[in-house]
């Protein structure tokens, strides 16, 4: 298994402004993912994460709005750039390890008035 | 995005019964992992199935993958007040890179 941690656990932000979460695993993994998760409802990916490359972001999600580092193989961050109430939401980070599983970090709620 | 079909989306049961939810997809998978997930908490994986028909237990849980790659099922016996929380299916194709497909989740209410 993996242990993740995420900081922050939650934050509340003002509009226009930004937030960056930190997502730190306690082994090397190649694979790490960011989420987000809306209120009730399911995950949806923001974008992949391996250490060397540029991130690889899904359709709807753009580099200038969550622009994501990955300096080494088991720390990751993703930055939620000029917040809107929109933005609203948890973020999840993960990550796919040898033993063919997705674990998860505990989430930033993160609330922009 | 593309989505399993998981079912029921609810569910409000007495404490001690059991408990039976599915997640089925028009397509073939070669994974199915199963989540619980409190409020404010991470998704925390309860069951991973890497084989058709493979039938895994983790204490009152029991999964199975299913024989057509096309499904799963996830059991819990004998439910207790803990067991609330929203249950998550996911997926991985063949060729996905590593992205998994989830389920809408099944929210689990036991009635006092």
């Known amino acids: 298994s993996a242990v993740i941690s995420q900081k922050p656990s939650r934050d509340i932000c003002q509009r226009g402004t930004s937030l960056t979460i930190q997502c730190q695993v306690d082994s090397q993994v190649t694979m790490m993912f960011w989420y987000r998760q809306q209120p009730g409802q399911s995950l949806t990916l923001i974008a992949t994460a391996n250490q060397g490359s540029e991130a690889t972001y899904e359709s709807g999600f753009v580099i200038d709005k969550f622009p994501i580092s990955r300096p080494n193989l088991t720390f990751s961050t993703l930055t939620v750039s000029n917040m809107s109430p929109e933005d609203s939401s948890i973020y999840l980070c993960?990550?796919?390890?040898?033993?063919?599983?997705?674990?998860f970090g505990p989430g930033t709620r993160l609330l922009v008035l | 995005g593309q989505q399993l079909n998981q079912s029921p989306q609810s569910m409000f049961i007495q404490e001690g019964e059991d408990v039976s939810m599915n997640c089925t997809s028009s397509s073939i998978f070669n994974t199915w992992l199963w989540y619980k997930q409190d409020p404010g908490e991470g998704p925390v994986l309860l069951i991973a199935?890497?084989?058709a028909g493979e039938l895994t237990s983790n204490g009152r849980l029991t999964a199975q993958f299913g024989i057509t790659r096309k499904d799963s099922f996830l059991n819990i016996s004998a439910s207790i007040p803990s067991d609330v929380g929203i249950y998550f299916c996911?997926?991985?194709?063949?060729?996905?890179?590593?992205?998994?497909?989830w389920g809408a989740g099944t929210k689990l209410i036991i009635k006092p």
């Open positions: 996911a997926g991985l194709h063949v060729d996905s890179n590593y992205q998994l497909i």
């Open positions: 199935l890497y084989k």
């Open positions: 993960s990550t796919w390890t040898r033993q063919e599983t997705q674990y």
